[in-house]
C-alpha cells in the first residue's frame, strides 16, 4: 500500500506561481513512476506530468509545457510540481498519483495507468 499526501495548494493571481509537493509512504519510491493530474469541476481527470523512477525523464501535457516543471527527491520520498505563468484554467483539484509496475512509463496520460492516489490539492487562479 503506498499513501500519498500532496500540499502547497492555494490562491494565486494569473501570472503568478505556486509549487505542490506530495509525499510518499513506503520504502520503495525510487521504483515508481510518478505523475501530476488535475481535474476542474465537471471535467474529466487530465494527465498533468510525468517523472521517471530516476528523475532523469519528463512528460508534460501540451497545455503546461514550458509553464509547470515536475521534480522528485527519492531521498526524501517526495515528488514536486513547480507551476509557473498561471492561467486561469489552471484552476483545479491537483493529484499526484503512482504507479509501482515494472512496466510504467512517464509516457503513458491515461489514469489507468497508476496505481495509488493522493486526496488532492486546490489551486484556483484568479484572473
Known amino acids: 500500500q503506498v499513501q500519498l499526501v500532496e500540499s502547497g495548494g492555494g490562491l494565486v493571481q494569473a501570472g503568478g506561481s505556486l509549487g505542490l509537493s506530495c509525499a510518499a509512504s513506503?520504502?520503495?519510491?525510487?521504483?515508481?513512476?510518478m505523475g501530476w493530474f488535475r481535474q476542474a469541476p465537471g471535467q474529466e481527470r487530465e494527465f498533468v506530468a510525468a517523472?521517471?523512477?530516476?528523475?532523469?525523464?519528463?512528460y508534460y501535457a501540451d497545455s503546461v509545457k514550458g509553464r509547470f516543471t515536475i521534480t522528485r527527491d527519492n531521498a526524501k520520498n517526495t515528488v514536486f510540481l513547480r507551476m509557473n505563468s498561471l492561467k486561469p484554467e489552471d484552476t483545479a483539484l491537483y493529484y499526484c498519483?503512482?504507479?509501482?509496475?515494472?512496466?510504467?512509463?512517464?509516457?503513458?496520460?491515461?489514469?489507468?495507468?497508476?496505481?495509488?492516489w493522493g486526496q488532492g490539492t486546490q489551486v484556483t487562479v484568479s484572473s
Open positions: 513506503g520504502r520503495t519510491f525510487s521504483s515508481y513512476v
Open positions: 517523472i521517471s523512477r530516476g528523475g532523469f525523464s519528463t
Open positions: 498519483a503512482a504507479a509501482i509496475s515494472a512496466s510504467a512509463s512517464v509516457t503513458r496520460r491515461a489514469t489507468t495507468a497508476y496505481d495509488y
